[in-house]
């Protein structure tokens, strides 16, 4: 099903609804993220958009746009390199980098780089797929 | 490697996966006798043992193990 070097290419973008979904359902409305005046006193251009957004378009990527779904995460990881703010279309690249057939894992890399050509995050998810 | 070189890393490897420093595995340990040697750390130990080691078991191999010797023993007949 999956091989070493399979690419997946897909968009997210920040909208009010997610960042709204996400400060109302989890309420970390830590100042960074909803004032911003306090975002831009420490040096950043806007509120800053909690990193665990992007968690979830991993979740999406997984459970919504790989070719199976029976499949679980095992384990996930993710580097946040820069800022992402509110509308910033974000460019999603996943491939895969290793292959555990005895036990039905595989390994992903991915990144996320911004309208600017900017890397936000960049991480690693292993899944499991089940019998 | 003799199996007490295997055995010491594969102990590394487990203290690792499962967060457990006072972890002392012996050939005829089982999942029964590893606290959290659970179905979902199993496939963790599994991939972490395959990465360090540089090799490949198949889903076969993995099922016919009944204890930690005989997966070392599986390891030996493949070159470990």
Redesign the interface.
């Known amino acids: 099903m999956f091989k070493v070097g399979d690419e997946f290419n897909s968009k997210f973008k920040i909208s009010k609804d997610i960042y709204d979904g996400f400060v109302n359902i989890f309420n970390d409305k830590n100042p960074m993220h909803v004032d911003l005046d306090f975002a831009k006193n420490h040096g950043y251009s806007g509120i800053v958009m909690h990193g665990n957004i992007l968690n979830g378009f991993i979740s999406h990527f997984i459970g919504e746009q790989l070719p199976v779904k029976n499949i679980i995460i095992?384990?996930q990881n993710i580097k946040f390199n820069n800022p992402v703010y509110l509308n910033d279309l974000l460019q999603f690249n996943a491939s895969v980098f290793?292959i555990?057939?005895?036990?039905?894992?595989i390994n992903f890399k991915f990144k996320f780089i911004n309208q600017k050509n900017i890397t936000a995050a960049k991480g690693k998810v292993?899944i499991?797929k089940l019998d | 490697m003799t199996k007490e070189e295997i055995i010491k890393e594969i102990n590394n490897i487990f203290i690792d996966v499962l967060d457990d420093e006072d972890i002392a595995i012996s050939e005829a340990t089982t999942s029964d006798d590893v606290d959290d040697w659970d179905s979902l750390n199993h496939i963790h130990l599994v991939v972490a043992i395959e990465k360090h080691f540089k090799l490949r078991f198949t889903s076969q191999e993995i099922q016919s193990w009944n204890n930690v010797g005989e997966m070392i023993l599986n390891m030996k007949e493949k070159g470990i």
């Open positions: 095992l384990s290793e555990y057939e005895s036990v039905n894992v292993q499991k």
